[in-house]
């Protein structure tokens, strides 16, 4: 648990997510999961330890924001420590308004051994840039 309506997992937490989990986002490009069908669910693929792609991650942030208020929301990936813990750091920054120090050191703090994708902090300011653009 990141906070008290956000988690971080992986595959098989996707394939099998606790009860109070209503919403599902897949970052990993590799991964094909089924939820259960009370779940709802969508994949933006990220690429494993590659750079991520500053649109993918603003629809990933847009989903998360989108669907938090409702639901309490996991974000998974294959091992559930990179692409994952780095959306949702992004979306502190972005939709919460964290610095990326902060974030950061909470996401790690919560999921030890989480390793954010290269460049994130240089992704998330273009992220929340172009957020800031649309309002």
Not at 12 to 23: F, I, L, S, T, Y
Not at 68 to 82: D, E, I, N, T, Y
Not at 101 to 124: F, H, N, S, W, Y
């Amino acid at each position: 648990m990141i906070n008290k309506r956000l988690l971080v997992g992986n595959a098989d937490d996707a394939k099998n997510p606790p009860p109070q989990v209503g919403a599902i986002l897949m970052v990993a490009e590799e991964q094909n999961v089924t939820v259960p069908p009370r779940v709802i669910y969508a994949k933006i693929p990220l690429r494993e330890f590659g750079e991520p792609a500053v649109s993918a991650v603003y629809d990933a942030v847009q989903w998360i924001e989108t669907h938090l208020p409702q639901h309490r929301l996991m974000v998974c990936c294959r091992a559930g420590m990179g692409r994952s813990v780095s959306v949702i750091i992004a979306y502190l920054c972005c939709v919460e308004g964290m610095t990326y120090a902060d974030a950061l050191k909470l996401a790690l703090t919560r999921r030890p051994g989480g390793m954010p994708l290269p460049r994130l902090d240089e992704v998330i300011a273009s992220v929340c840039s172009r957020r800031r653009g649309r309002e």
